[in-house]
């Protein structure tokens, strides 16, 4: 394992300076939020998938082309720049992350980039993602969300209606809000389920791949129960219950169903795997 060169230490340094500031801002302004409370957890996991990942891949350490890094970081560090002028966090968030993987490239090399991608692609997680982005994505899932909800319930009966993300039930009137069905619960939701992918299933990458192509159709369903949940609470304990210990329980319940989904496909594919394997052998 080769030292560390003072130009190194210079690369490193500059990496803190750019990370430190906006991590911060990403802490304060996002992750105390609804939406960004599932950062820190991802921050903390993948921090641990990396250092799972790199401590015993000395082996694969060499740094990479000094002019194909300089490419890569002077567009970064130029967009970085803009969008802490203009603050526009998102922007900056992940133009900071794009600088610190390049970093890590110049450093290290690509062969160790390869080794470590599903930290990564995990850490990135904990970035918040640019509104208008949340915007295009959201929209479409509310309303559909709260569409199969206000036909479920009116084919048994209820006396619900809907229009567009607002939802009328009796005297009560409900607004599937971002953070109800959005893109942020879905991050959240899709972090958990592909955790669990990755450390039961890093040797198989067929196993792991259909747990995360199911992770939006997962995220989608737990938010659907979620806000079933949340409308029968309003019609029977009224409004003033939906927003209160309820409405977190119902996150809680959504945290569950989407545990539970990827637990049983899980066990399902690995049994149809199983047998597979055992009527190949026969």
């Not at 995990?122 to 036909?151: C, G, M, N």
């Given at each position: ?245 309820l409405h977190d329980f119902a996150g809680l319940t959504m945290f569950a169903v989407a545990l539970l989904t990827v637990f049983v496909l899980d066990s399902l594919f690995t049994r149809v795997l199983h047998l597979r394997t055992a009527q190949g052998k026969s």
């Amino acid at each position: 394992m080769r030292s560390i060169s003072l130009a190194d230490l210079v690369l490193l340094l500059g990496v803190a300076i750019i990370l430190l500031p906006t991590m911060f801002q990403v802490a304060e302004f996002n992750w105390t939020t609804e939406q960004g409370g599932h950062g820190p957890i991802v921050l903390a996991t993948g921090g641990w998938l990396l250092w799972r990942e790199l401590k015993n891949s000395a082996a694969v350490r060499k740094p990479g082309n000094l002019l194909v890094g300089l490419l890569l970081m002077l567009p970064l560090l130029a967009v970085y720049t803009l969008a802490r002028i203009t603050g526009i966090l998102e922007i900056e968030a992940l133009a900071m992350y794009g600088a610190l993987i390049v970093g890590s490239y110049m450093l290290f090399g690509a062969e160790l980039i390869r080794t470590i991608w599903f930290p990564l692609v995990y850490l990135a997680l904990a970035l918040p993602p640019p509104d208008s982005v949340v915007a295009v994505i959201t929209q479409p899932i509310k309303i559909a969300i709260s569409h199969w909800a206000v036909s479920l319930l009116h084919a048994i009966g209820y006396p619900i209606a809907s229009s567009g993300v607002t939802i009328q039930i009796a005297q009560y009137e409900l607004l599937v809000a971002a953070a109800c069905a959005g893109l942020n619960s879905i991050i959240s939701l899709g972090a958990i389920c592909l955790f669990y992918g990755y450390l039961r299933h890093r040797s198989n990458f067929a196993s792991f791949m259909v747990i995360a192509l199911s992770v939006i159709p997962i995220a989608i369903f737990s938010n659907f129960v979620r806000v079933l949940i949340l409308i029968l609470v309003t019609y029977y304990l009224g409004e003033s219950a939906a927003q209160g210990f309820l409405h977190d329980f119902a996150g809680l319940t959504m945290f569950a169903v989407a545990l539970l989904t990827v637990f049983v496909l899980d066990s399902l594919f690995t049994r149809v795997l199983h047998l597979r394997t055992a009527q190949g052998k026969s």
